[in-house]
């Protein structure tokens, strides 16, 4: 059976999911070398790119494919523009590899730090495995779903990790309830792709629309105002919580 044919077989289960050349060859490698034995099922679709439930051997884990012929691929360039680690080819192939790229590299950085995001596994062209976050049964829900027993500890979590962030010189750059999910009551934070570097001459600008859309979710639970938070992530306060 040829290596199509056998990932064909094995996606068939992925709701009619047809993906480029690139990608089968790029998740073939990855299986050949133990990181994929199977899929479950699709934990996300979206524009960009599908979340996969995967399993390696006996454990599960997440399977990340961005669309190489996604419609917002112009828009990733200017994330990583001020970049020099991933200056690429303007081909649509190039960017979307290199976007993938940067997210696995941000993934290790973060997770290294102590900042709670999955941890990254593998990378291989636009496919990226990582840590699984969720039980048997289903997925970890998004911030924006979730059931939260004690929303001012999550908060303060998410404001340390911010500032942990930013401490490395990163800022996450599309930080709200949709970029979080919430297992065993802990937050994790997800999407790291479009973060940029604290020099990048946006990141600012960022950072606040951050801090602005996180004070905006938890304002129904708890008091919090933009600038306290905007503070705090950047040094100029030392308490928080």
């Known amino acids: 059976m040829s290596w199509e044919k056998e990932l064909d077989e094995i996606l068939s289960k992925t709701e009619g999911e047809v993906f ?7 998740l073939w490698k990855l299986m050949s070398k133990g990181y994929i034995s199977s899929f479950d099922f699709p934990i996300s679709t979206g524009k ?7 399993k390696r051997g006996d454990e599960f884990v997440a399977v990340k494919i961005y669309r190489i012929n ?3 691929f112009r828009n990733i360039s200017k994330y990583l523009m001020y970049d020099s680690l991933y200056k690429v080819k303007k081909d649509r192939r190039s960017i979307i590899f290199a976007w993938a790229k940067k997210e696995f590299n941000t993934l290790k950085r973060l997770y290294d730090a102590g900042v709670r995001v999955p941890k990254p596994i593998a990378n291989e062209g636009n496919v990226i495995v990582m840590e699984y ?13 979730a059931v939260l027993d004690d929303a001012e500890k999550i908060f303060c979590k998410l404001a340390r990790y911010l500032r942990l962030m930013y401490r490395i010189g990163i800022v996450h750059a599309d930080f709200s309830e949709y970029n979080v999910l919430i297992h065993n009551g802990e937050p ?5 792709g479009q973060t940029v570097g604290s020099d990048n001459p946006m990141a600012m600008e960022f950072l606040k629309r951050d801090v602005k859309n996180i004070t905006r ?3 129904k ?9 905007f503070k705090y992530v950047v040094g100029d306060k030392d308490e928080i919580c």
């Open 70 to 72: 996604t419609s917002t």
């Open 221 to 229: 639970y708890i008091s919090i105002d933009e600038d306290t938070l």
């Open 188 to 192: 994790v934070i997800i999407d790291v």
């Open 133 to 145: 976050i969720g039980d048997a049964s289903q997925a970890a829900p998004l911030l924006k779903d």
């Open 217 to 219: 979710f938890f304002r």
């Open 48 to 54: 960009e790119g599908n979340v996969f439930r995967a």
């Open 20 to 26: 480029e050349k690139a990608t089968l060859q790029s």
